[in-house]
């Protein structure tokens, strides 16, 4: 095993951080783990910061950002993860990524521009989807009539992006990288509303056909929630592959027992000092510090 210890510190100088909640360590319940552990080490460019037989945590900067463990006994439901989402700290860095993903023959899925960020996005060896992604800076972010954000899908230009990408070869996801936000599959966009905004007390940011976008701070979304194929819904059984947890980090000391005053008095669970909920399809949400 790694000495090196992981963090929950966030990244400086980004949108998603500057709030009061932001999404920290995302956790995969996998079948073979030495691939996956392989895959976002080699393919994303994560650096291994620690393994184990049973799990592998990967990051930048001494800094976990997708944790491995074993156990996934059978497959995932239609409720689950729909994407986490790596965000890099800039343009340019979103484009030396995607030369590597060129150079080493990774196949994206999709490439859009969501008017307040770039994004690729592609699937891990076990299907667990990805976005890599860049923010522009909030006073780009286009706005609505009413003054809140304004997002849609549009087709990214794949060749002008690459375009900026550096000569030489790929070091790896750079210093500022993290988690910048997670996209659930749900079975009811309202009832993931009700959840995320009314008891865990994030905002609503936006309303798709079918998806609903979260935030803290003003942030475009640091969760999301979709129906496209998930309507109805039931809940995650256990050991199923995937999503097994994700964290919800607090800024400060009074952001986070605010939050922990919400979960437990919603019912949810405080283990060995850990503050936990699951949501009305058994993703599982971790309040840290």
Do not use: C
Request: avoid cysteine.
């Amino acid at each position: 095993m790694s000495a090196t210890a992981a963090t929950t510190e966030a990244p400086a100088n980004s949108e998603a951080y500057d709030a009061p909640y932001h999404i920290g360590t995302v956790t995969l319940r996998v079948h073979d783990l030495a691939k996956l552990t392989a895959y976002y080490r080699d393919a994303i460019g994560l650096q291994l910061l620690s393994k184990t037989d049973r799990s592998a945590e990967l990051g930048v900067a001494g800094r976990a950002i997708v944790r491995l463990e074993v156990g996934a006994a059978q497959p995932s439901s239609a409720a689950g993860l729909f994407h986490l989402a790596i965000l890099l700290p800039s343009r340019r860095d979103l484009a030396d990524w995607l030369k590597h993903a060129a150079e080493v023959g990774i196949r994206l899925e999709g490439a859009s521009d969501h008017l307040v960020s770039e994004a690729l996005y592609l699937s891990d060896p076990e299907g667990n989807g990805i976005e890599i992604y860049r923010d522009r800076k909030r006073s780009e972010w286009p706005r609505r009539a009413d003054g809140g954000i304004a997002m849609a899908t549009e087709r990214l230009d794949l060749d002008r992006l690459l375009a900026e990408a550096a000569a030489a070869p790929y070091a790896g996801m750079p210093a500022g990288t993290g988690m910048g936000h997670i996209h659930l599959r749900v079975g009811d966009t309202a009832a993931a509303e009700a959840f995320y905004r009314d008891l865990v007390g994030f905002e609503l940011m936006v309303r798709y056909p079918g998806a609903s976008f979260l935030a803290s701070g003003g942030y475009h979304h640091h969760i999301a929630g979709n129906i496209w194929g998930s309507r109805g819904a039931g809940p995650r059984q256990p050991g199923e592959a995937g999503l097994d947890r994700f964290e919800i980090v607090a800024r400060d000391a009074a952001d986070f027992t605010a939050m922990r005053e919400r979960i437990l008095a919603n019912g949810g669970d405080e283990i060995d000092g850990t503050t936990t909920i699951a949501d009305p399809w058994g993703n599982r949400l971790v309040l840290v510090r």
